[in-house]
DNA sequence: CTGTTAGCGCATTCAT
DNA sequence: ATGAATGCGCTAACAG
């Protein structure tokens, strides 16, 4: 097996061409306090270190304090969309600022142990989108990793559970629609098993909503991401009355939107509609999609420095306001 | 500063508990060749292992074997659809299969130099969808991490570059319209400057289709994701004589039908349309829409037999059979 | 004040 | 089946 591999550059070998040891190099290059370096011999190991594209050997580094400055995402098995896109950029960003290297891996579908994943990155702190069990944050602990579960907005959150408004999300849609005068909801309930995470605690803040006002309980369905399917659901709907639907999220709503047009009937007149996450289509759809849009960089900005403080150990700061979920009125509602 | 975590267990535990030496444990977990352990003792170290939840630390084996497992894939700034998050999916099972631990950076706008990124990740490979220049890939082939880039499709591969068919999306785009009748197309190209690594083959592939068939090149303009915007493009084309348009993906495509609509016009009857990637509101538009879609699972099996054998040096396999990229027909063309 | 030596952290692997 | 060396960077203790 040819191995034509270039040695890699260490600390030895800058130390070497800088004609210093290597404690002094560690000592420039980390600009470590209480040891002062004449800028001459400073100067020296840096350009050393230039000449020679010197880079730290991570491994090593990890290896030595034990402790990586990475945050592993693992990924959901569901299809991310774009709002998701945009919250693991922000949240890269949000991270980068405070020192530490975000990267995501998307879960696969035969699933290996999640362990495997972390133990390959030895990351500071793992952030997941769904449920870890018991024994697999224990495993984690032991290993000095942290662990936090984010996007959950269960009514009762586990210790070192994020909290994230899936339910505002929900209740936002119920009382846009109320405040029009609808009197009886519907939800457009998505068909994948596998967002349900999500989709349970949205439609219980439709629920929720109603009950607060005194309307009936939204009248849920399964809405497949089909024109001919989704109208024999328009049609269950219109028969029990309802003449505003709250739907999971946007492509659920366009779904709707096109099971409308296969019975021949138009948003909002015939029925109302409303989705999440202000994808494009939403606003190019005909009618345009009314929607409910997260400030994803606030939202990122908050699950950063809750990592940051999971990782040391404290306790997580305060929740995000309310006020970064809105709805955004268009045409359908 | 209270640090409550856990010491880390390390094979000398597993060795003291199981009354070996360390190197008999390293011997038995990793089924090391041409060591005969008696089985008596291998089950000792395993149980022991087993009840100490051992996991050997993922710094101290790539430190000794100069080699992680991780591929890390650096994401580009622009907002990444649905297709690219399957593709990162298959990737991610691909490398699995493979032995190989997939993560994905998102880039953040305020750009840390990359650098950076993969030093705090020591990957065996790094997978851009975005150019590399030189000085950078010295870098890393000096630390020993091998790099390829994806997805661009330009004419010249360059070496250590993939080949994805870019341009190929366009011309079956353009060839299916051709096949339709369609004597002078237009080209759909988008408003967003970070995507041009993708837009630009796409529309030369359209445009060599078109000088392949003897029709005139493609009238290209610019369509903002707005209805109003594109309207005025639309009009615009039909002035030219344009009667069907290739769409540089199907959110450029849908803006496109919103335009035609804001004219009062429908497709394909008045501007025929083909958009790229089949995301779920394409199949929902009124009318629904023609595309073009890619197998990402082939994709990402390619991708993913190219990295490893970049690693071990290696030359690329050859790239994947055309056929992975097709037409899907609707109802607007 | 300047810079060095020595040993640690952890798993792997050669030679015994 | 084991002791000892190895890979690389960090840092406490120490010498010039």
Redesign the pocket.
């Known amino acids: 097996m040819a191995d034509d591999r270039v040695r890699?550059v260490?600390?030895?070998d800058v130390a070497r061409e800088a004609g210093?040891?290597?404690?002094?190099v560690?000592?420039v290059?980390?600009d470590?306090p209480h040891?002062?370096?004449?800028a001459e011999?400073r100067r020296r190991v840096l350009e050393a270190a230039a000449r020679l594209d010197y880079a730290?050997?991570a491994a090593?580094?990890t290896?030595?304090?034990?402790r990586s400055d990475v945050v592993l995402c693992l990924l959901p098995d569901w299809p991310v969309g774009p709002e998701v896109g945009a919250l693991l950029g922000n949240l890269s960003a949000a991270l980068a600022r405070r020192g530490m290297t975000f990267v995501a891996h998307p879960s696969t579908r035969e699933d290996r142990p999640i362990a495997e994943i972390w133990k390959a990155i030895t990351p500071a702190a793992v952030l997941a989108f769904e449920d870890l069990s018991a024994a697999e944050i224990a495993a984690m602990r032991a290993a000095g990793v942290a662990s936090l579960v984010a996007l959950l907005g269960r009514s009762r959150r586990r210790p070192g559970e994020l909290e994230v408004p899936q339910q505002r999300v929900g209740r936002l849609q119920a009382e846009h629609l109320a405040a029009l005068g609808h009197p009886r909801l519907g939800y457009a309930y998505p068909d994948d098993p596998r967002v349900a995470i999500f989709a349970e605690p949205r439609r219980d803040g439709a629920r929720a909503a109603c009950a607060g006002l005194g309307l009936p309980a939204p009248v849920s369905r399964t809405v497949p991401l089909d024109g001919a399917a989704a109208a024999a659901v328009v049609r269950d709907w219109r028969d029990a009355g309802v003449t505003a639907v709250c739907a999971y999220n946007d492509e659920v709503a366009l779904a709707v939107l096109a099971g409308l047009r296969a019975c021949g009937l138009t948003a909002p007149g015939d029925l109302a509609v409303i989705g999440v996450d202000d994808i494009v289509a939403a606003r190019l759809a005909d009618p345009a999609l009314s929607t409910v849009t997260t400030d994803q960089a606030a939202l990122a900005e908050y699950l950063a420095a809750t990592i940051v403080e999971v990782i040391h150990g404290r306790p997580a700061p305060p929740g995000p306001g309310e006020d970064i979920t809105r709805v955004v009125r268009r045409a359908s509602t």
Chains 1, 2 share one sequence.
């Open positions: 890699r260490t600390s030895a210093v040891s290597r404690a002094t560690s000592y290059l980390n470590t040891q002062s370096i004449p011999t730290p050997s090593a580094r290896l030595r304090s034990g």
